[in-house]
């Protein structure tokens, strides 16, 4: 049942990565310029309480040298790569096994 529910996650975070290619792509169509959208501006679009409880949720429990280079390396990616590793991690992780043959 985890199986399932895991591969579900996988299988929306791909498809908010194709969404968000899609929003990309047409806004560099539009502007005649690549546009990638970063992930903190689409987190501060969509909950922008929840990003500045995530910095000082981190900072509380490993410190700013924690939030400093690794979250806003993270936050500069674009969104459509973020949920896409997220996705394809998570469909990796319950693939099923292979099954192997004695030849």
């Given at each position: 049942m985890l199986r399932l529910f895991v591969r579900l996650g996988g299988l929306f975070a791909l498809a908010g990565a194709v969404i968000a290619l899609v929003v990309d792509g047409t806004k560099s169509i539009?502007?005649?310029a690549l546009v990638l959208t970063p992930l903190s501006e689409a987190w501060l679009a969509v909950n922008s309480v929840s990003l500045g409880r995530a910095e000082s949720f981190i900072e509380g429990h490993l410190g700013r040298f924690?939030?400093?280079?690794?979250?806003?390396?993270?936050?500069?990616?674009?969104?459509?790569?973020v949920f896409g590793a997220i996705g394809a991690l998570l469909l990796l992780a319950?693939?099923?096994a292979r099954l192997r043959v004695a030849a």
């Open positions: 539009a502007a005649s924690a939030w400093e280079p690794l979250a806003t390396a993270l936050l500069g990616l674009p969104v459509w790569l319950v693939r099923p």
